[in-house]
């Protein structure tokens, strides 16, 4: 069961396929939709991919027709179309686990899990047939979202690095827990934010968009949006979210460009709490951007990655294991988080909470002598779209927070999603454009629908290669509800 969704009929047993397969000839000679398999790509002479399906299909015979059988799973008179339907499933699975290697799994699936440790070799597929299983329901839903025609966005479980995860597990680990909207405007007030401020942007102008065609799109200027990175398995979203807001403004009022700041000394050291809102930053298990702004305020700057770079996140080629296990920062607040002294982490393996030396102790010694930027303060923008996009031409990419649940097999195109709430906050990213028509144009224009164009921290395996578009105009996902943005000294 997804959401209002239940996709029973039509679903063939998976694993039910008769006598079984013995050899890859029989995947071969299926006439796979994409011509996967027939020699109509690469794919069909690449030695990695035919390893892969061999792994798959002997793995699917020895763990699962078994257990269906004992469950009475497989139907009666199988074999035929049945059969070849499941072997093209089978075969679009093992193109997804070509297309991504490195499946990420739930905790506790996995032999020797540290802390928040969610990878799994290829070769451990002792559940393989569930994850087929949850590959084929995804499969289901995409191809209902897909025949939506209010939502012109593509979704594929098959092109998602998420497309053998079930819903649930893509929100405990991509997602942070849901977050209570804040009721403060920020520190200081947008008219404190001159236009002097920002020299490099002083032509936009806001009667922009009472034209029909808007085209908004920081990406294009070299240098104001960095590369799309990857939080992992991680909650860190909203960190990589602030960064990307200070990213730009370095670029605009600094003349700072093509940098990345660093996320990992906001997630080893940043425990700032909003007690007004009930607000506060937990670690690797989320947080609000302008809590980051804060605590950058607080500790004296930001630094730049290559100076203190992420390594929570990021898995070491050889172990498999993260590159570092952070513990939660000193006296975080407990109350908002939760206690979470049970949780793996070793302070050695840190740049700031090693003992003796650690740089999140030491009076902000070393974030001064690194520092590439001061924060001033940061703003609550409006939510009114119009005027956001004017906010977003005039001052650069913006931080926002919305409900990213229904992202999960999103491909390309500008999504309209259904199921998502304008008021369930799970995931920051920033806004980095906007484009298509204006948000006033009529139901029969020519024109583009109204876009925001939105930076992830997924990897650029994930959307249009890291970024996604979501429709202007309506509110969707919450997108207008929790924009902040930052300015500099």
């Known amino acids: 069961m997804r959401g ?28 796979h939709p994409q011509g996967l398999l027939r020699g109509k ?66 905790k506790g699936q996995v032999v020797g899990t540290l802390g928040s440790f969610n ?96 085209d908004i799109d920081w990406t294009k200027n070299d240098g104001v949006v960095s590369p799309v990175r990857d939080q992992g398995t991680l909650g860190t979203c909203y960190a990589f979210s602030a960064a990307g807001s200070v990213e730009g403004q370095l670029a605009l009022s600094k003349g700072l460009f093509n940098v990345s700041v660093s996320v990992e000394h906001s997630l080893e050291c940043n425990a700032v709490s909003d007690d007004g809102n009930d607000d506060a930053v937990c670690g690797e298990f989320g947080g609000w951007p302008r809590l980051v702004f804060d605590f950058w305020r607080q500790a004296g700057g930001v630094v730049r990655d290559d100076d203190w770079p992420y390594c929570a996140g990021i898995l070491d080629k050889k172990t498999s294991l993260p590159l570092c296990f952070p513990c939660m ?94 008021k369930i906050f799970n995931h920051s990213v920033l806004l980095v454009g906007a484009g298509g028509g204006s948000q006033t144009s009529t139901a029969t224009s020519k024109k583009e629908q109204p876009f925001w164009k939105v930076k992830a921290s997924w990897g650029s395996s994930w959307g249009e290669q890291g970024f996604f578009r979501l429709l202007r105009g309506q509110g969707k996902c919450g997108i207008n509800k929790q924009v902040v943005s930052v300015t500099l000294i």
């Open 119 to 214: 990878h799994e070799p290829v070769s451990n597929t002792s559940s393989l047939c569930q994850r087929i299983l949850i590959f084929r329901e995804n499969e289901a839903f995409a191809a209902a979202l897909n025949a939506d025609r209010e939502d012109k966005a593509e979704y594929s479980a098959e092109h998602s690095p998420f497309g053998d995860l079930s819903a649930e597990e893509f929100a405990s680990i991509f997602l942070q827990q849901e977050l209570r909207p804040a009721s403060g405007l920020g520190d200081i007030a947008y008219s404190s934010l001159t236009s002097s401020a920002y020299p490099l942007i002083q032509q936009t102008s806001s009667s922009l968009f009472e034209e029909d065609d808007v």
């Open 41 to 106: 790509t690469k794919h069909h002479h690449d030695e990695e991919f035919r390893q892969t399906l061999e792994v798959v299909a002997n793995e699917l015979q020895a763990n699962c027709l078994k257990s269906l059988v004992e469950r009475r799973e497989l139907s009666e008179d199988r074999g035929g179309a049945e059969e070849r339907a499941a072997l093209q499933v089978l075969a679009r699975y093992a193109s997804f686990r070509r297309r991504f290697p490195n499946p990420v799994r739930p």
């Open 329 to 422: 920062a000193a006296k975080y607040d407990e109350s908002s988080c939760g206690d979470h002294d049970d949780f793996y982490c070793n302070a050695s393996s840190t740049f700031g909470q090693v003992p003796h030396g650690g740089r999140c102790n030491d009076g902000g010694q070393w974030i001064r002598k690194n520092r590439i930027g001061d924060i001033r303060g940061w703003d609550h923008e409006s939510q009114d779209e119009v005027s956001l996009a004017t906010r977003l031409a005039e001052h650069g990419p913006l931080s926002a927070t919305i409900d990213a649940r229904s992202l999960q097999l999103y491909r390309r195109g500008i999504a309209n999603p259904r199921l998502c709430s304008s």
């Open 4 to 31: 209002i969704y239940a996709f029973t009929a039509g679903l063939l047993p998976l694993c039910a396929l008769g006598g079984g397969f013995s050899s890859i000839s029989d995947l071969e000679d299926l006439d």
